[in-house]
């Protein structure tokens, strides 16, 4: 990136690609999510679909160059889920220790 504009320098191809693939996979999941509402006019994006426009758009040779990328951002919405589904736990259990006098 260096060679197009000196600006670049202090953007590190490593992290750019990162950051990218988890943007792109960010909007996937917004378009898909627009796509359940009748009156949208998105379309439902498959994963071969994601694969192949990922491909693309990184100038990889094939689909599985993104494989990578595809896996860290389900590891992080599933981390982000259990996370979720464990504060919602502790919250009743605190709730229910309140509602015995536990306190």
């Known amino acids: 990136m260096k060679s197009v504009d000196e600006r670049f320098k202090s953007i590190h191809p490593h992290y750019f690609r990162h950051n990218w693939n988890q943007w792109f996979s960010e909007i996937i999941d917004k378009n898909n999510d627009l796509s359940k509402d009748p009156n949208s006019n ?47 736990l502790q919250r009743l259990i605190i709730e229910s220790q309140k509602n015995r006098g536990y306190e």
């Open 42 to 88: 998105r379309n439902f994006i498959s994963s071969s679909e994601e694969a192949k426009s990922r491909m693309y758009q990184m100038g990889h040779t094939s689909e599985s160059s993104a494989k990578p990328y595809v896996e860290r951002h389900i590891r992080n919405k599933t981390n982000k889920l259990v996370l979720e589904e464990q504060e919602e």
